[in-house]
């Protein structure tokens, strides 16, 4: 660092920033650190989370407060805005005020309302992502303390959360609305919740409805309490300004503050990076390993945060950032006429789309202008419009149209080095103009477009004649490109069905792109460049009737039917509708089963309190680690050179293969992975080796620059495709066959065939994969803490890797940060190497991997692909079947034999097909070892049934509720696995999601809407849900528990379970409060812990509330046979006295249970014996609405009727199942990996791995527990509920369907089609044929190499 101080010449400066309150003086501000890690690391300010560092989740979400001496009308004079915290350099904090969870409320002192109302109205569930969502809500009451729905749904752009649906979430923060506010008890003119409760749902159910919570306990917002910003920085902000230089290990910050100073330094240092928001910047730097050695930061210079309107437009300052930028077109738009605003409107238009609001607040139009990225929103806009850009360089200053010379390149602009960008005149409109922006992505709400545009077209005087033209798109090119060949051929061209044939055709021609372009999606883009041109003739066509008639020019208006198309995408207020059934009235007021309590940490967890493995205070010689990988899928390491990486600063070691001290070998089921890659690597992103280092950014450079050399080798097997042509399977097939399937298909009146390909999806806990191991020093005794779904795998695994006896070896863990199958396996490839080089260094090592490296390295759920051939009678019902599904397990077995056997388990779904047979082959790959994932196969099996159930009803021209419900099975049916099925409910379900969904009447809506529309179309589906309730490996089925009774009469409850966001504590807590009949208060879980209690089976299967609920219950009935006689001998005693009394007696106060599900076990050779112990059932109806141009859709319904026997927790099961349903609509419609065809992972991270987003949820949820449906196989007649609801999604994706087809049946196209999952936008347009489709057909598979591929 001196060296670099020195070679600059320059000092450093102080940075003087405020964080919750109080003063920081750092003297060494590195620009390379980001305020979250200084948080995080230096303030030991842990709860602002890590989630993806790349600006996509909202989890590190803070709030930034700035006083502006010279203030304008859009800039506040005190401005509180939220920003992600992994994003903003802390050298750009310089005189702010930044405010953290912990600086709002906490449960030690006070909660802070929006604290509160998350936790209470259960919208924390893992509580990873809720410190994000506190911060995102928080600073919108700062500086809107009554928001619309409309703005929470807006604050919230930027925030994921995986475990909740978010629908919790929003009725939660609802509160704070004018709508559905709670006034905390002061009166409203729409009624009180307090006095009325939640009226609006009682009307709406259809049993009376009890209050998941109770909004009069809501302490009221009082926006006077807030914290005031320090007034020293007032103070400091308005002594002159002088420039700022802070200088770090590699890279010098400099914050000039007149514009001329700038000029100067960009003249010095040409090369030198300006950084505004650094949300360009910061992800180059973070994961282009790209290094800027000076960074210039020109957010403070007055001429650059100008918005000026002179006579032709506005002028905008390159600094000033988004959210300003759309507040002044916003107040400019409704003041002005339409005709002068409708450039305003579009760049409105694409802002509203753009980023999430943590972006939008610190990213500048500058930045966007000049990183010149091919799918910027805002060039196509500017560019269409044709913009006037003023550059400046010392001593000059020119001005630039944007058009198609200034892009010349990839990331390229016109600008020459030396020159900066002052501003943007964006133009007003004119009489006869018309502007319209589009932007076409995976998912609507933050993300990157597939294909953006502009598109402005000016007409001559009183006519519908085209005067000027220009088209440009982003996403069709490296640069931002102007259709200019088009728009000369529509010159002088009257606006027609003649010009709109012509435009297509020359689109079609001119925006080609090669079949290998990158980005992929090579026919839906090319489709969206002319769709999209359609939806802008139209919209034009209908403006030019209506203001040309007001002329007495009479132009045909469009057809009404078409006018659909012309409808922009909105979000619509969501509503909900909850049911369960409530405790009788009488029932015992102790007994807390059957009671909506909240998350027992849900409070520690929206106050950044809850403790997760990364937040546990550093140990002071502790070291990090980075991971070493593999950039070839199949290849001999020739060598590793680690020199240069070695002599990186801070770095300690290289741990490798040689470094294990036991064994290399690892896997859960079988060992055939290595700690280690030894010799050959058999996937990108296999583990060679690991870097340690003192810090993680030193150990994560270095590992950056270990070289390999490798051999690579032949085949390369990445696709089911591949593995089925190259014959790659793991061992063994399975099968599993009932009834007489020839015979069957000979009595069939037909027979179908079909295929679905089922894609994989990332797990994407919030909380990725994190490891720290503490050696002992002695005995080879080490202690890990792990975010881990399986405490004793990993224990055993690390035992093995190190060479120790597993009762040296303690893993811990707290909780976890979301699990969903991701960790119960994969987990424990971190924790080896982590250990290992703990071993090795002899010091506390940690690693929490980024996103990246996480989504890279731990594989996913299975893809699946499934071939069918059914034999069905004409009125739908299916005689026989036969299924193949294939796997695609990747380069290890892992767990993918009980994941194929789930799937061939749930083949049939909920159908009773007498003659059936199942074939499942594992595909082994060079991909990284697929694993669990909520569901575990049955999904995929599912799906696969769900796609022939389809196929047949659409082959019979009868509706699919009709077919699905005649095969449908009846109690005391046989599965194909010879299991009879009892107390069997999917008729009730099914009957009364009908009703909930008021089905009859929806599907008559949906077909009104689809006569009266040609562009939009809605589908309706129900689906049914039957699920496998046990492990498939029997030995699995086991659970302990350990119940501590201290003097005090304080309860220490251990199980084996672990807490992943799922609420299993709380429901142990349950359990354990009503054995012992004290109340939950008295009860703590403190971990889960591997010398707590030994042996445990990994949390997954859904099992774990049946499996621990009765070893809890076993331990405390203990405790309890042992207190009975102080009981009897003083029955009106407390339970104080009682222990005191045993204690006193020299009783054991410490019992562990044990519990064993009983009656399990099924061979394959005899399809013979009980794979489950009993089976979860569901039903769902789901509407959509799909834009058959963009394949766009939107969730209008969804009701969900869901068996979970006796609830034990109404609220937490309610959030399994809303939670549940949501991943799967991720799984079904949206999630898509993408893998080059050498099996490099593309999608590594929120950036393009897009999971549903708070705008994703049905309009209308309606979730209801089935009334009257105990269980009598599990603890207190309750039933599993984790995985079963996940599959419901399938109607969401089947309704799409049905909604295609209406399209289909538009272009004359009938029957059976093949729509693979997910049901992502390319998928929906492709598969709606039409025109427009016509003129991009795909290119021949075999003339090129895609970019990615299906694997
Ligand atoms: C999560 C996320 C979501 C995003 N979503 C979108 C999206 O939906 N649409 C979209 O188009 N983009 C999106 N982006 C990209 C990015 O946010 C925008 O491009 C943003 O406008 C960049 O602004 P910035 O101030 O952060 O740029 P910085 O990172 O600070 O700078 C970007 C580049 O601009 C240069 N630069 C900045 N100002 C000047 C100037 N005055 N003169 C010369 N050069 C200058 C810098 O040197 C640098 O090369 C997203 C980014 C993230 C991280
Ligand atoms: S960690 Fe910052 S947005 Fe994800
Ligand atoms: S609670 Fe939101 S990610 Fe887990």
């Known amino acids: 660092m001196e060296e670099f101080k020195k070679k600059l010449q320059v000092p450093g400066d102080e940075l003087v920033f405020f964080v919750n309150g109080k003063k920081i003086t750092e003297k060494n501000a590195d620009p390379e650190i980001t305020l979250l890690t200084y948080l995080r690391r230096t303030l030991g300010l842990t709860g602002t989370k890590l989630g993806c560092a790349e600006g996509g989740c909202g989890a590190c979400t ?32 310089h005189h702010c005020a930044v405010t953290t969870v912990e600086g709002i409320g906490s449960v030690a002192s006070k909660l802070h309302p929006v604290q509160e109302r998350i936790a209470k109205a259960h919208g924390s569930q893992c509580g990873f992502c809720t410190p994000g969502i506190v911060m995102s809500m928080y600073a919108l009451l700062r500086s809107k303390p009554q928001p619309t729905m409309h703005d929470i749904q807006e604050a919230f752009q930027g925030n994921l959360c995986r475990c909740t649906g978010y629908r919790p979430i929003l009725e939660g923060y609802r509160t704070f609305t004018k709508e559905g506010g709670c006034c905390g008890g002061k009166g409203q003119t729409n009624g009180c919740c307090m006095t009325n409760g939640n009226v609006e749902e009682q009307e709406n159910s259809m049993h009376p409805t009890e209050k998941l919570y109770d909004q009069s306990e809501f302490m009221p917002l009082d926006p006077t309490q807030e914290t005031i910003f320090p007034p020293e920085l007032v103070t400091l902000s308005k002594q002159s300004q002088r420039e700022m230089r802070f200088v770090g290990e590699r890279v010098l910050w400099v914050q000039p503050c007149s514009l001329k100073d700038l000029l100067e330094l960009k003249a010095k240092y040409p090369n030198a990076k300006l950084v505004v928001g650094n949300t360009e910047v910061g992800i180059e730097m973070k994961f282009k390993n790209l290094l800027y050695p000076v960074i210039v930061a020109p957010a403070y210079i007055p001429e650059l945060n100008i918005i000026q309107h002179n006579q032709d437009g506005i002028q905008v300052g390159a600094s000033v950032t988004l959210t300003v930028l759309g507040e002044e077109l916003r107040s400019t738009v409704e003041k002005l ?31 966007n202008i000049m990183t010149a990225s091919p799918i910027s929103d805002l060039n196509p806009v500017f560019m269409a419009a044709g913009c006037k850009l003023t550059v400046m360089s010392k001593g000059q200053k020119r001005v630039l149209e944007m058009d198609d010379k200034f892009f010349p390149g990839y990331r390229k602009t016109a600008l020459r080095p030396e020159e900066i960008l002052l501003s943007v005149e964006i133009p007003y409109s004119k009489k006869g103009q018309y502007f319209s922006a589009f932007k076409q992505s995976p998912r609507k709400e933050d993300d990157i477009a597939i294909v953006t ?27 931002t490109v102007l259709a200019k060949t088009t728009c000369n051929r529509l010159l002088n061209r009257q606006w027609n069905e003649e010009l709109l044939e012509e435009a297509c055709t020359s689109l079609a021609e001119e925006m080609s792109l090669s079949p290998s372009a990158p980005g992929g999606m090579v026919s839906y883009r090319r489709t969206l460049t002319i769709s999209l041109f359609y939806k802008f003739f139209l919209t034009v066509q209908h403006k030019l009737a209506v203001n040309l008639q007001m002329e007495g020019v009479i132009v045909e208006d469009i057809q009404p039917e078409y006018s659909s198309a012309t409808d922009r ?28 309590i909240m998350h027992l940490s849900a409070l520690k967890q929206a106050t950044g309190e809850a403790v997760y ?45 040689k470094d294990i001290p036991g064994s290399n070998m690892t896997g859960p ?56 042509s190259n014959k790659s399977f793991f061992d063994p097939v399975r099968s599993i066959s009932r009834g007489d399937v020839s015979q069957g298909f000979k009595d069939a009146d037909h027979i179908l065939h079909g295929e679905i390909h089922i894609g994989g999806q990332e797990q994407f806990y919030l909380e990725t994969n994190c490891t720290l191991a503490v050696p002992r020093g002695e005995d080879g005794e080490m202690e890990l803490f792990v975010s881990t779904q399986s405490a004793s795998k990993t224990q055993a695994l690390v035992a093995k890797a190190l060479g120790v006896p597993a009762s040296r070896i303690v893993c811990r863990v707290k909780r976890m940060g979301g699990g969903f199958g991701g960790k119960e396996s994969r987990s424990t490839i971190l924790s080896t190497v982590v250990a290992v080089a703990a071993q090795k260094v002899k010091r506390p090592v940690r690693c929490m991997l980024d996103r990246d490296e996480d989504m890279l390295v731990t594989g996913g759920r299975h893809p699946f692909f499934g071939c069918y051939k059914v034999g069905y009678s004409k009125n739908g019902r299916v005689i026989a079947l036969e299924v193949t599904l294939y796997s695609n397990a990747g380069n290890s077995l892992d767990l993918s034999l009980s994941i194929l056997e789930r799937a061939l388990f749930h083949m049939e779904n909920s159908y009773n097909i007498v003659n059936i047979r199942g074939t499942g082959y594992m595909c082994k790959t060079n991909l990284p070892s697929n694993s669990a994932f909520r569901g575990f196969g049955g999904p995929q099996g599912m799906m696969v049934a769900e796609s022939w159930m389809s196929d047949v009803a659409l082959s019979c021209g009868l509706p699919a509720e009709e077919v699905r419900r005649i095969n449908m099975y009846k109690e005391g049916d046989l599965t194909p696995f010879n299991q009879r099925l009892e107390q069997f409910t999917i008729d ?11 089905f009859g009447n929806r599907k008559e809506a949906v077909e009104e809407h689809n006569r009266k529309h040609r562009w939009t179309k809605r589908g309706l589906s129900i689906i049914p849900t039957k699920f496998g309730i046990s492990f498939t490996a029997v030995f699995l089925n086991q659970a302990g528990a350990l119940a501590h009774v201290y003097s005090d009469g304080s309860v220490l409850l251990t199980h084996g379970g672990t807490e992943m966001g799922q609420g299993l504590h709380t429901k142990m807590v349950q359990v354990a409060s009503k054995t012992l009949k004290i109340p939950c208060s008295k009860i703590h879980i403190t971990e889960t812990s591997t010398n707590m209690v030994p042996n445990t089976s990994p949390t997954a299967a859904s099992a774990s509330s049946d499996l621990n609920g009765m070893a809890v219950y076993n331990a405390c009935q203990t405790l309890l046979q042992r207190l009975q006689p102080y009981i009897d ?113 593309y999608t590594r991270g929120p950036g393009m791995y897009k999971i549903p987003a708070f705008g994703d949820i049905p309009i209308e949820l309606k979730v209801s527990l089935l009334r009257d449906a105990p269980n009598e196989r599990a603890i207190f007649s309750s039933k599993a509920v984790g995985e079963p609801p996940l599959f419901l999604a399938a109607s969401v994706f089947y309704a799409i369907k049905d909604a295609i087809m209406a399209a289909r049946t538009e272009s004359g196209l009938t029957g059976p089609f093949r729509l693979d999952s997910p049901a992502t936008p390319e998928r929906i347009r492709n598969a709606c044929e039409d025109k427009f489709t016509q003129l991009c057909p795909p290119a021949n598979p075999e003339t090129f190499t895609p970019w990615a591929v299906q694997v």
């Open 62 to 93: 803070v709030m930034v407060s700035k006083y502006h001496p010279h203030q304008n009308h859009i800039v506040y004079l005190f401005n509180h805005y939220a920003i992600n915290a992994c994003l903003a350099p802390l050298c750009s904090l």
């Open 337 to 367: 006429p339409a005709h002068r605003t409708q450039i305003f409107s579009a760049v409105l238009e694409q802002l509203q789309w753009f980023a999430g609001q943590q972006i939008r607040n610190v990213a500048a139009v500058g930045g």
């Open 453 to 479: 545009c502009g598109m402005n077209v000016q007409f001559k005087e009183k006519s519908n004649t085209v005067q000027s033209i220009r088209i440009s798109y982003g996403g069709m090119a490296p640069v």
């Open 569 to 596: 995408f909105r979000l619509d207020a969501p509503s909900s509708v909850q049911l369960y059934q409530a405790v009788p009235p009488g029932h015992n007021s102790d007994d807390v089963i059957g009671h909506p």
């Open 613 to 657: 493995c990364d937040d546990m205070p550093c140990y002071e010689n502790e070291l990090h680690l980075a991971l070493v990988t593999s950039s070839k899928p199949h290849a001999l390491i020739k060598s590793i050179d680690t020199a240069s990486a070695m002599s990186f600063p801070g770095v300690v070691s290289f741990i490798s293969a």
């Open 669 to 724: 089921v079988v060992y055939d992975e290595t700690v280690f890659a030894d010799d050959k690597v058999t996937c990108v992103g296999h583990i060679v080796g690991a870097i340690v280092a003192d810090n993680q950014a030193h150990a994560q450079r270095a590992a950056k620059a270990v070289k390999i050399s490798y051999e690579e080798l032949q085949p390369v097997i990445v696709t089911i495709q591949d593995a089925i």
């Open 988 to 998: 009730r379900c099914w009957e009364e999601c009908m009703q909930l969904s008021e």
């Open 1129 to 1241: 001998k003083k029955p009106k005693g407390c339970w104080e006295d009682w222990v005191k009394a045993a204690y006193f007696d020299r009783v054991n106060l410490s019992a562990n249970g044990f519990y064993k599900t009983p009656d399990l076990g099924y061979d394959f050779d005899t399809n013979s014996g009980r794979p489950f112990n009993y089976f979860s059932y569901g039903v769902a109806v789901s509407e959509v609405e799909i834009d058959c141009l963009t394949g766009s859709h939107k969730n209008l319904h969804t009701s969900i009727v869901m068996d979970v026997g006796k609830s034990l927790n109404p609220a937490l099961d309610i959030g399994q199942v809303e939670g549940g349903f949501m991943q799967g609509l991720g799984l079904f419609t949206l999630e898509e990996l993408r893998y080059s065809p050498n099996g490099y992972l």
